[in-house]
């Protein structure tokens, strides 16, 4: 089955760093990735829609400034954390919707990322 | 706006009992639901999907139903096993045309040996 990898799948930063989340396709090609957070206790939330090539679609009250996403190839794409706080901390996962010959309905998950900011 | 609700939030039973797990959603126009299973430091995986037009569907010991006009969904589990421990999630989305699912909070089921 299609298999989605991401990395690193924990972080612990200091208050006001940078923090990259990359999110790869292994073997499809991901016309389009979600980012979703989930806090604990909590649903996933999504929090942006990226298509390879274009710029990322944000959902309502998600800062795109703070939340850089890249989708620079059909196999990779990558959200960065800016100037994280501890309110940041969350749940991160990442998902793919694949292309040719794989069905568009359904997601595939990469193993996510549990972010803590001092 | 679309909300999903899932009841139990945790459910614990001993091996072998069969088990239903619910969800339910305030919006009947879905394009098709979801289940999948979150399990610690790894994905989510795939269950089972359910398209808006079908009310069922099933793969091994999982069944899914799907009632649109009550706006409820179960996965029912038989012969439980310890190793379908792990926290079950479902999603709906709301249209063809968007990636975006909106998900329940999730049921963690322990099913104890």
């Known amino acids: 089955g299609a298999v989605v990898s991401q990395h690193p799948s924990w972080v612990i930063c200091k208050s006001g760093t940078s923090v990259k989340i990359e999110c790869r396709s292994l073997?499809?090609?991901?016309?389009?990735m979600f980012w979703y957070r989930q806090f604990p206790k909590q649903s996933l939330m999504l929090m942006a829609t990226s298509n390879e090539g274009s710029k990322a679609t944000y959902e309502q009250g998600v800062e795109k400034d703070k939340f850089l996403i890249n989708h620079a190839s059909l196999t990779l794409s990558t959200l960065t954390v800016t100037s994280a706080h501890p309110e940041d901390s969350s749940f991160y996962i990442c998902?793919?919707?694949?292309?040719?010959?794989?069905?568009?309905?359904?997601?595939?998950f990469g193993s996510g990322t549990q972010l803590s900011v001092l | 706006k679309q909300e999903v609700t899932q009841i139990p939030a945790a459910l614990s039973v001993p091996e072998g009992e069969n088990l239903v797990l619910n969800c339910s959603f305030t919006d009947s126009a879905i394009y098709n639901l979801q289940w999948f299973r979150q399990d610690p430091g790894k994905g989510l995986t795939s269950l089972l999907l359910?398209?808006?037009?079908?009310r069922e569907q099933t793969s091994g010991r999982l069944n899914a139903s799907l009632d649109k006009s009550s706006g409820r969904s179960t996965l029912y589990i038989a012969a439980s096993q310890p190793g379908d421990s792990a926290t079950y999630l479902c999603?709906?989305?709301?249209?063809?045309?968007?990636?975006?699912?909106?998900f329940g909070q999730g049921t963690t089921l322990q099913v104890k040996p």
């Open positions: 998902s793919a919707r694949g292309g040719q010959g794989l069905t568009n309905e359904k997601l595939f």
């Open positions: 999603a709906v989305k709301v249209s063809s045309n968007t990636g975006k699912l909106i």
């Open positions: 073997d499809f090609q991901a016309t389009t």
């Open positions: 359910i398209q808006s037009s079908q």
